[in-house]
């Protein structure tokens, strides 16, 4: 896939594969090779531009693509023929179900894949397997997020649009690096800043770039969100900032929350967080005052054991203050990956059917049941299990086999060395990637090429509800398929060919269609067609006149008629520091480098950064012995690594940062989640990679 000189012959359109901004790419191909990569000028997302990540699109690496399936045999993985692979993973599927019951299998997907894959996935293993057993990385990813904006506004529908950035004049970015890792939007942000005066507040414990474009930097404790945003909310009140005749309209519980605020002791809070009672006040009012506030949050707020409550009270502060339903204002929730509204819309959680629908409700499951052309009874009523409760009955050995697409969990998953055994102790483990080794497919018992990006067509939903086709422009290499190719081709060896009739993608997206039908993301107005003429259209779209709805609730009127205020206290991370682990290690993300690393560590984009490091402020390094520059010891209860450290006050005393792009394949001692603890928020069952108790000492 790599370009060589000379023209485009044809351009394709497509959606950038990394971050969830799904920003619109054109891709300009000859002779099966990428020669030019161009943002597309009329995608809402990012109006033409790309950030570093995008451009580095056309040199997708070719090295250790994985072209053909493989099979472990005496405990070697070794080449095996298409056919073969797939009778091994139908036979054992099958072995398995008839042994132990259709809920000892298990699949692990992405929030980066096509709603078509979603759709297939979630059929096979709903509809006909007959176990609902199938979740995601955005368990990693945004799960607190979503749940977080299901409990205010009683239905997964993000309101805003990504134009409301040019019309806000005040932007709240909280656990959030947005320059480094949505630099598209944060572009447009500091843009906006320049154009409008528009205010910007960065909550964060580090010095980040993001922080450094603020006006306001609150340099929030690790974990203490919940309290900052409750004491936002007591200042309010008690300055009579708060329009409680309209937050009364506006919400079913506003009493309840008033009576929760009023027990807040400012002073509290500020011991607790770290910040000023001055700070707290002076951003209160800031927000009062603004016309039209934009509330932006990303890791530092969902991954996290309180994450679902820490989204929730932040929640509550647009609302209060009036924030939701007009243009410009109210929670911009950009995924971090690019198709996670997809695979929410299109039910691929262990809880959800197709158009948002439940399978504990009868009635949905007899609607989808009618659609898929099966007896509604072989829909499990009972949900499915998060990826942590798959691993842990892995471990108990009730799940006996797990299909895992499109994600590297053995580096990405808290505490690898754990999850490492569990996997080691599978029936049948079955990977499915692009590339070969990762950490995850070198514990594989079949292996199975996946095509990537442009090799396959389909559709994605951005952070906004848009809705872009991604056209195929390149053929997969080698014996490379596109993934749900290879799972309908297990499907139908399973006996399952009625179910998986269609004829081409786009016969999938049409049966889809149907069944989004009078649900939130009604997108029946849309096709293939048109998507090719009008690009993006953001759902719902429920009729082909229908333009597709820029925002929602515009009208206030909410699913539940009125919105929710959460109600939340502070509860400390799961592991804090002590004598014997005195430092909060705080794991994220950094440029040129895209989560585990399987491609752009195979990229020169990501030379300048070969190895992690671990950064410790300038009073740690003198207390605990590290030379900036030196290889150090960072240990946690779980496992130890051998780092740079780099020291800077970017980091706040009594904390490290280390990013987490660095499996076990660069080294046991370099792989962050060697570290890190499984703690999950008990909502949404996101882990906790934002602290964990580490010590550490120069070596
Ligand atoms: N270059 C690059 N870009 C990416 C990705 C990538 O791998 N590489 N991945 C994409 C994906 S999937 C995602 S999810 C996003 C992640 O993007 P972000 O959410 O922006 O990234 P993180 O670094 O995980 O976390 C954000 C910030 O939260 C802060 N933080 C930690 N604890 C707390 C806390 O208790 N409170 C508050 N308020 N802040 C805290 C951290 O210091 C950090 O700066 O990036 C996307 N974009
Ligand atoms: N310590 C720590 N850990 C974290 C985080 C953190 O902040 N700190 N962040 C978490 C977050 S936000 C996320 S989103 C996760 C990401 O976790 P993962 O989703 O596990 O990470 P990726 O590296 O993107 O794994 C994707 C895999 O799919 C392969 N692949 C790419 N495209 C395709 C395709 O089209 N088909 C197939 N079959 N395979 C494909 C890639 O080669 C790669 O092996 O990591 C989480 N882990
Ligand atoms: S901002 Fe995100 S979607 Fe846009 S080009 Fe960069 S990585 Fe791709
Ligand atoms: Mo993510």
């Given at each position: 896939m790599k370009s060589k000189g000379g023209e485009p012959e044809r351009w394709v359109m497509s959606i950038c594969?990394?971050?969830?901004?799904g920003c619109g790419v054109e891709v300009g191909v000859r002779d099966g090779r990428i020669m030019k990569v161009k943002g597309m000028r009329?995608?809402?997302?990012n109006l033409g531009e790309l950030c570093h990540l995008g451009m580095a699109l056309?040199?997708?690496?070719?090295?250790?693509?994985?072209?053909y399936p493989m099979i472990r045999k005496d405990g070697v993985l070794r080449r095996a023929s298409f056919k073969e692979a797939i009778d091994t993973v139908a036979e054992r599927l099958m072995e398995t179900i008839s042994m132990y019951?259709?809920?000892s299998v298990a699949m692990y997907i992405s929030a980066s894949e096509y709603i078509e894959e979603y759709y297939v996935y979630n059929k096979f293993m709903?509809?006909?397997?007959?176990?609902?057993?199938i979740d995601s990385s955005a368990r990693l990813c945004w799960a607190s997020g979503v749940m977080g904006i299901v409990g205010a506004?009683?239905?997964?529908?993000?309101?805003?649009?990504?134009?409301d950035i040019e019309l806000a004049d005040m932007f709240f970015i909280t656990g959030y690096n947005m320059v480094v890792s949505k630099p598209v939007l944060s572009r447009r942000i500091a843009r906006t800043k320049r154009k409008n005066r528009a205010t910007i507040v960065v909550v964060d414990p580090r010095r980040t770039p993001t922080a450094r474009m603020a006006?306001?930097?609150?340099?929030?404790?690790?974990?203490?969100d919940i309290l900052l945003h409750n004491g936002l909310a007591r200042v309010m009140m008690d300055e009579g900032l708060i329009d409680e005749d309209e937050a009364r309209g506006l919400v079913h519980n506003y009493d309840e929350f008033r009576a929760h605020i009023e027990k807040v002791d400012m002073d509290g809070v500020a011991m607790t967080t770290g910040l000023d009672v001055e700070e707290i006040e002076r951003t209160a009012r800031a927000i009062a005052r603004a016309e039209r506030v934009l509330f932006l949050w990303g890791q530092?707020?969902?991954?996290?054991?309180?994450g679902t409550g820490k989204v929730s009270t932040l929640l509550n502060i647009a609302f209060v203050t009036g924030n939701?339903?007009?243009?410009?204002?109210?929670p911009l929730a950009v995924t971090g990956q690019t198709d996670a509204m997809g695979l929410r819309e299109v039910g691929a959680l262990p809880h959800l059917l197709p158009g948002?629908?439940?399978?504990?409700d009868e009635e949905h499951r007899k609607e989808v049941a009618s659609i898929w052309g099966i007896?509604?009874?072989?829909?499990?009523?009972s949900r499915g299990k998060t990826f942590p409760a798959i691993l842990e009955a892995i471990d108990k050995g009730e799940i006996r086999a797990l299909w895992i697409i499109h994600s590297n969990p053995l580096s990405t998953f808290p505490d690898t060395g754990w999850i490492k055994r569990v996997l080691e102790g599978i029936d049948f483990l079955v990977v499915q990637d692009c590339?070969?080794?990762?950490e995850t497919t070198s514990l594989a018992h079949v292996l199975l090429p996946g095509s990537q990006w442009l090799e396959k067509e389909g559709c994605m939903t951005n952070s906004t509800r848009g809705l872009n086709l991604v056209e195929k422009a390149l053929p997969p290499p080698?014996?490379?398929?596109?993934d749900l190719e290879i799972v309908m081709a297990v499907a139908r060896r399973m006996g399952y060919t009625g179910e998986f009739w269609y004829r081409n993608t786009e016969d999938i997206f049409e049966e889809y269609k149907t069944l989004?039908?009078?649900?939130?993301?009604?997108?029946?107005?849309?096709s293939y067609r048109r998507l090719r003429k009008e690009r993006s259209l953001q759902w719902p779209?429920?009729?082909?006149?229908h333009r597709g709805?820029?925002?929602?609730f515009t009208d206030r009127r909410f699913p539940e008629g009125r919105l929710f205020l959460g109600i939340h206290g502070h509860t400390p991370p799961r592991e804090s520091p002590d004598s014997d682990y005195p430092l909060l290690l705080i794991t994220g993300v950094i440029p040129f480098h895209f989560h585990s690393g399987t491609r752009t560590g195979r990229m020169k984009l990501s030379l300048p950064v070969r190895e992690p490091f671990v950064q410790i402020h300038p009073v740690d390094a003198v207390r605990y012995g590290v030379t900036d520059g030196e290889y150090v010891e960072v240990a946690s209860r779980r496992g130890t690594l051998r780092l740079r450290a780099v020291v800077t006050e970017d980091v706040m005393e009594g904390t490290v940062f280390i990013p987490y792009?660095?499996?076990?394949?660069?080294g046991w001692n370099k792989a962050v989640n060697m570290l890190t603890i499984r703690a999950y928020d008990?909502?949404?069952?996101?882990?906790?990679?934002k602290a964990c108790a580490v010590r550490i000492r120069g070596c």
């Amino acid at each position: 896939m790599k370009s060589k000189g000379g023209e485009p012959e044809r351009w394709v359109m497509s959606i950038c594969p990394y971050c969830g901004v799904g920003c619109g790419v054109e891709v300009g191909v000859r002779d099966g090779r990428i020669m030019k990569v161009k943002g597309m000028r009329g995608n809402p997302a990012n109006l033409g531009e790309l950030c570093h990540l995008g451009m580095a699109l056309k040199d997708m690496p070719e090295k250790e693509r994985l072209l053909y399936p493989m099979i472990r045999k005496d405990g070697v993985l070794r080449r095996a023929s298409f056919k073969e692979a797939i009778d091994t993973v139908a036979e054992r599927l099958m072995e398995t179900i008839s042994m132990y019951g259709p809920d000892s299998v298990a699949m692990y997907i992405s929030a980066s894949e096509y709603i078509e894959e979603y759709y297939v996935y979630n059929k096979f293993m709903k509809g006909c397997i007959g176990t609902n057993n199938i979740d995601s990385s955005a368990r990693l990813c945004w799960a607190s997020g979503v749940m977080g904006i299901v409990g205010a506004f009683g239905q997964d529908s993000p309101p805003c649009t990504y134009g409301d950035i040019e019309l806000a004049d005040m932007f709240f970015i909280t656990g959030y690096n947005m320059v480094v890792s949505k630099p598209v939007l944060s572009r447009r942000i500091a843009r906006t800043k320049r154009k409008n005066r528009a205010t910007i507040v960065v909550v964060d414990p580090r010095r980040t770039p993001t922080a450094r474009m603020a006006d306001i930097h609150l340099r929030i404790r690790p974990g203490t969100d919940i309290l900052l945003h409750n004491g936002l909310a007591r200042v309010m009140m008690d300055e009579g900032l708060i329009d409680e005749d309209e937050a009364r309209g506006l919400v079913h519980n506003y009493d309840e929350f008033r009576a929760h605020i009023e027990k807040v002791d400012m002073d509290g809070v500020a011991m607790t967080t770290g910040l000023d009672v001055e700070e707290i006040e002076r951003t209160a009012r800031a927000i009062a005052r603004a016309e039209r506030v934009l509330f932006l949050w990303g890791q530092g707020l969902n991954q996290s054991t309180t994450g679902t409550g820490k989204v929730s009270t932040l929640l509550n502060i647009a609302f209060v203050t009036g924030n939701i339903g007009r243009p410009g204002c109210g929670p911009l929730a950009v995924t971090g990956q690019t198709d996670a509204m997809g695979l929410r819309e299109v039910g691929a959680l262990p809880h959800l059917l197709p158009g948002f629908r439940k399978v504990t409700d009868e009635e949905h499951r007899k609607e989808v049941a009618s659609i898929w052309g099966i007896a509604p009874e072989r829909i499990s009523k009972s949900r499915g299990k998060t990826f942590p409760a798959i691993l842990e009955a892995i471990d108990k050995g009730e799940i006996r086999a797990l299909w895992i697409i499109h994600s590297n969990p053995l580096s990405t998953f808290p505490d690898t060395g754990w999850i490492k055994r569990v996997l080691e102790g599978i029936d049948f483990l079955v990977v499915q990637d692009c590339y070969h080794p990762t950490e995850t497919t070198s514990l594989a018992h079949v292996l199975l090429p996946g095509s990537q990006w442009l090799e396959k067509e389909g559709c994605m939903t951005n952070s906004t509800r848009g809705l872009n086709l991604v056209e195929k422009a390149l053929p997969p290499p080698g014996d490379a398929r596109p993934d749900l190719e290879i799972v309908m081709a297990v499907a139908r060896r399973m006996g399952y060919t009625g179910e998986f009739w269609y004829r081409n993608t786009e016969d999938i997206f049409e049966e889809y269609k149907t069944l989004t039908r009078g649900r939130p993301n009604d997108i029946t107005g849309v096709s293939y067609r048109r998507l090719r003429k009008e690009r993006s259209l953001q759902w719902p779209i429920p009729d082909p006149a229908h333009r597709g709805t820029e925002r929602r609730f515009t009208d206030r009127r909410f699913p539940e008629g009125r919105l929710f205020l959460g109600i939340h206290g502070h509860t400390p991370p799961r592991e804090s520091p002590d004598s014997d682990y005195p430092l909060l290690l705080i794991t994220g993300v950094i440029p040129f480098h895209f989560h585990s690393g399987t491609r752009t560590g195979r990229m020169k984009l990501s030379l300048p950064v070969r190895e992690p490091f671990v950064q410790i402020h300038p009073v740690d390094a003198v207390r605990y012995g590290v030379t900036d520059g030196e290889y150090v010891e960072v240990a946690s209860r779980r496992g130890t690594l051998r780092l740079r450290a780099v020291v800077t006050e970017d980091v706040m005393e009594g904390t490290v940062f280390i990013p987490y792009h660095f499996g076990y394949l660069t080294g046991w001692n370099k792989a962050v989640n060697m570290l890190t603890i499984r703690a999950y928020d008990d909502v949404s069952a996101q882990p906790e990679f934002k602290a964990c108790a580490v010590r550490i000492r120069g070596c």
